[in-house]
């Protein structure tokens, strides 16, 4: 007699029944909510278009026009609340580079219609014609609102991280570095070729910031503290409390790898990577969508091609 897995098993503990009457009702008011929220995000498109559009570009476009000028990549361009400040890894600030040989006007532009690309794509890898894409875009509309109207690395982030691949998650690594904690999914799960490939991909990444900029590469090490939480309208613990943040930032990633085996493992660390940081902005919500990405489905597509 054939034994159930430890994956079934622990899947089947994390299935609710509901009558049809309840899942109606459970229907209607995650559809009314994504209405509501999805107006909501109607606003802040307006709002940022009209008060800061495109801010975040700023950031990109003066970092990389450091390196372009030989200055250094971290010091002496403001404190961490103004709005140009770069507290990334200097992947960006490299890749940025080309562009900051343009005026700032059509750098921005073309940055601009990258990132509303990539949000298209997001959406393409996720299903257009799902009813539970719409859905979260809805529940999401603010914070992909505000992304998009800023020019915000994190819809990149968004994309790569909805490919569900160990090269996506590295490169999401390298640009906003708490990517890296969706690897808790392949270490629980203890898929070792999947977590081999990310860190390989890391490595990779690291030594070619560090052969591109290796003053820059250095000097994040550094600079990448708590004190670059700054004053924000902070979401995360941490602004009610340090410790608390820790416990709950403990707590996620006990709870991250224990659901790794089971059906809510892939967006549980999605989750993680997100509510983790102690500077927790209502734009990153966004790259929940790439929760909604299953990382093991091209594999089983495959297989089943494979196998007919």
């Known amino acids: 007699m054939t034994q159930p897995s430890q994956g079934s098993t622990a899947n089947s503990q994390l299935r609710f029944r509901f009558s049809p009457g309840g899942r109606r009702l459970l229907g209607l008011t995650v559809a009314g909510a994504a209405v509501i929220l999805g107006l909501v995000g109607v606003f802040v498109l307006v709002f940022h278009l009209v008060t800061d559009?495109?801010?975040?570009?700023?950031?990109?476009?003066?970092?990389?026009?450091?390196?372009?000028?030989?200055?250094?990549?971290?010091?002496?361009?403001?404190?961490?609340?103004?709005?140009?400040?770069?507290?990334?890894?200097?992947?960006?600030?490299?890749?940025?580079?080309?562009?900051?040989?343009?005026?700032?006007?059509?750098?921005?532009?073309?940055?601009?219609?990258?990132?509303?690309?990539?949000?298209?794509?997001?959406?393409?890898?996720?299903?257009?014609?799902s009813r539970r894409t719409w859905i979260a875009v809805g529940i999401l509309a603010g914070p992909i609102a505000w992304s998009v109207t800023i020019g915000q690395a994190q819809v990149l982030v968004t994309l790569l991280l909805a490919t569900g691949s160990p090269a996506g998650v590295a490169v999401a690594t390298q640009l906003k570095l708490l990517p890296a904690l969706v690897a808790l999914y392949w270490l629980g799960r203890r898929d070792w070729r999947s977590l081999g490939r990310f860190i390989l991909w890391s490595v990779v990444l690291s030594v070619a910031q560090l052969i591109f900029?290796?003053?820059?590469?250095?000097?994040?090490?550094?600079?990448?503290?708590?004190?670059?939480?700054?004053?924000?309208?902070?979401?995360?613990?941490?602004?009610?409390?340090?410790?608390?943040w820790l416990i709950f930032t403990v707590a996620g990633l006990i709870l991250t790898l224990r659901l790794a085996r089971t059906r809510a493992g892939w967006p549980a660390a999605v989750a993680f990577s997100i509510l983790a940081t102690p500077r927790l902005l209502e734009y990153m919500l966004m790259t929940l969508l790439a929760a909604l990405r299953d990382p093991d489905s091209g594999a089983e597509s495959a297989r089943s091609r494979t196998k007919s």
């Open 53 to 129: 559009p495109l801010v975040d570009v700023h950031a990109y476009y003066n970092a990389a026009g450091r390196l372009n000028a030989g200055l250094p990549l971290y010091a002496g361009h403001g404190g961490v609340d103004d709005p140009d400040y770069y507290r990334y890894p200097p992947l960006l600030a490299i890749l940025f580079r080309p562009l900051a040989l343009l005026p700032f006007e059509a750098a921005a532009i073309i940055w601009e219609v990258g990132i509303i690309a990539a949000l298209v794509v997001t959406l393409w890898h996720l299903g257009l014609r």
């Open 213 to 244: 900029e290796p003053a820059g590469t250095i000097a994040f090490i550094g600079n990448t503290n708590l004190n670059q939480v700054g004053q924000v309208n902070n979401m995360s613990p941490y602004a009610v409390s340090p410790v608390l």
